[in-house]
């Protein structure tokens, strides 16, 4: 697999990386312990050096599974995880205080058996603590060793200059996909004059894009995608429209609807890298097959003129979620 790299952070990672929050939270039942660990190193074998989690994610579980499944391959890796809620929690606020993303960092490395951390994010920006007092803190544990780089999450224009003043900013993870493109309006302009690498996440829109998902489609009652208004069954109906359009780009190109979303974020810019998230095989397979997708500047014209007479509908998340973003 080819690499790219993340802005002018000289942080090197895998073309496509993997989001791993759905094998243990959120979506619902998540695999066993032991198909996800064959899911991770499945992963590396097919050329994946790149891993996303959090200590939100379960919460701690997450970061605990990768931390047994890639200890062996470690030194080949870059190990991303997230700081800024309380307890670790995502429904219990943010906590960005010099004192939790220490002790964060310090939890983190004994979950994930490392002694560094490659890439450290602010999981959400916390409105109490100045983001220079955050960048500080990371100032510190980076002359200490203990992490490598550091990015944010779903950060205003006006955070990321502030940060990046103080620590050199890597990269930003934020939502970007064919269905949710706020981020080319003023971000992905700021990242380019900055050097900083986007890192987007949900690049299938999660799971929609892929063309599994339709209005009759029932999802696990603790799935997180229940309460997006997005996800609801008249929006999901009426948003199928854009798979259409994927599905017709496909046939064309001997691909699936998955691999034509991925490609289409993979040719935007060299610097971003999408960390798609799958529980299964097949699934990881087909995506990292969207490398081998080649989309001319004809194709992606013909995607954005089509894309462009195309409304999505429904909100991204409901409303005390979208307050916690752009910040």
Known sequence: MKSRKLGNSG????SLGLGCMGLSFAYGPGPTKQESIKLLQAAFDAGVTFFDTAEAYGPFTNEE???EALAPIRKKLVIA???GFTGGKSGTG???SPKNIKAVAEASLKRLKTDYI???YQHRVDPKIPIEEVAGTIQTLIKEGKIKHWGLSEASVQTIRKAHAVQPVAALQSEYSLWWRESEQEILPTLQELGIG???FSPLGRGFLTGAINEDTKFDSTDFR???PRFSEENRNANQVLVSLLKTIAAEKNATPAQIALAWLLAQKPWIVPIPGTTKLHRLQ???SSLSVNLSPGDLAKIEAAASKITVQGARYPEHLQKTVGK
């Open 11 to 14: 942080l090197e990672v895998s």
């Open 65 to 67: 599974l990768l931390g």
């Open 81 to 83: 995880t997230k700081f």
């Open 94 to 96: 943010m906590d960005s």
């Open 118 to 120: 490659d890439l450290f």
């Open 198 to 200: 986007f890192v987007p």
């Open 226 to 228: 229940n309460n997006l």
């Open 286 to 288: 087909e995506n990292i």
